[in-house]
């Protein structure tokens, strides 16, 4: 076994590999072992994928179902439908901008993008500095990195962030509740509240997928930041408990210790760092018998998925600890 495997208390690769599941079992090959593999465009013509890419619409986003009118527009709606399912395409079955759905779901998103950089409507008119950066990761993920929009999206995370160096919410640090979505103008951050390990967590997902970005000045004090809030309390009414650090899914979406680990490892964090190292021992005895972690999943109805968080922590000790 590996290094990264004797630190576990169950070696869980042979569980993975032996799963129906061809994706989880090409990227255990891939990524845990270093096994040469093919072209991840196998995975492109699973079912499970053609099923998703058939409710891909015209204007390459995919259809919300349902919504509130008094909260966003459907096609707001429809901007949030859309990243939940680029999540599934790009994270689980490797997909990139070689694939039209995504250059398709990519001009969708582009449209939204504001001259100050923001991608627009989620939250109605006002500044989403958590799923800026969560369209912007998959964006870069898929090879977009390069991309004006990437760019300028980066520009408007570093302009608005905290006096602190983290990021917020703007219409929070106003102390202002939901309703403010249906304010024309973006409120403007007050900038000398704390920030938001949800959301700094949020932002750093876009930082630590791209190859320049994470090494800069503002995402190494930010990725100390978040460092510093594992397993306390957020400091804003949004996912404020600090059970939700422990209420992971995958792929990701808000901030949770394997997401948070995940970006940080990217940006040249190591298991040195003692707040770290605690995180990943609270791993550790989280796994069970079987080699699987036994944590609370929420979002999505993959049968798989205590497999693929399986597959996510393990990534993780393979960079800490390989």
């Known amino acids: 076994m590996s290094s990264w495997q004797r630190e576990l208390k169950v070696n869980p690769v042979p569980n993975l590999l032996?799963?129906?599941n061809k994706a989880i079992k090409y990227f255990t090959m891939r990524d845990l072992l270093d096994k040469k593999v093919e072209s991840i465009e196998i995975l492109w013509k699973?079912?499970?994928?053609?099923?998703?890419?058939?409710?891909?619409?015209?204007?390459?986003?995919?259809?919300?179902p349902g919504g509130k009118k008094h909260i966003r527009s459907k096609e707001n709606y429809n901007q949030i439908e859309t990243y939940r399912n680029l999540r599934?395409?790009?994270?689980?079955?490797?997909?990139?901008?070689?694939?039209?759905?995504i250059r398709k779901a990519a001009e969708f998103f582009f449209q939204f993008q504001t001259e100050e950089g923001d991608f627009r409507g989620i939250y109605g008119d006002q500044y989403t500095t958590t799923y800026t950066?969560?369209?912007m990761e998959l964006l870069i993920k898929a090879g977009y990195d390069k991309d004006f929009h990437i760019i300028k999206g980066f520009d408007w995370l570093l302009s608005i962030k905290q006096d602190d160096g983290g990021w917020a919410i703007p219409l929070r640090t106003r102390g202002k509740n939901l309703d403010a979505l249906n304010i024309l103008d973006p409120v403007q951050p007050d900038k000398s509240k704390p920030f938001s390990h949800l959301v700094t967590g949020m932002a750093l997902r876009a930082f630590a997928a791209h190859p320049e970005y994470r090494k800069s000045y503002e995402a190494k004090k930010a990725g100390q930041l978040l460092i510093s809030r594992f397993f306390k309390n957020d400091k804003y009414p949004d996912r404020r408990n600090k059970n939700f650090w422990e209420r992971v899914s995958y792929p990701f979406w808000f901030t949770d210790i394997i997401s948070a680990l995940?970006?940080?490892?990217?940006?040249?964090?190591?298991?040195?760092?003692?707040?770290?190292?605690?995180?990943l021992e609270w791993l550790k005895k989280k796994q069970t018998e079987e080699g699987l972690f036994e944590l609370k999943i929420v979002r999505g109805s993959d049968k798989d998925l205590p497999c693929w968080i399986c597959l996510a922590v393990c990534r993780l000790f393979k960079r800490y600890y390989g």
């Open 18 to 20: 032996s799963l129906e």
């Open 46 to 64: 699973l079912g499970k994928v053609e099923k998703i890419l058939k409710k891909q619409q015209s204007d390459g986003s995919w259809k919300y």
């Open 88 to 101: 599934e395409l790009i994270e689980k079955y490797g997909f990139n901008r070689d694939h039209e759905a």
């Open 133 to 135: 950066p969560a369209i």
């Open 262 to 279: 995940d970006s940080l490892s990217f940006m040249g964090f190591t298991r040195e760092n003692p707040q770290i190292r605690k995180a």
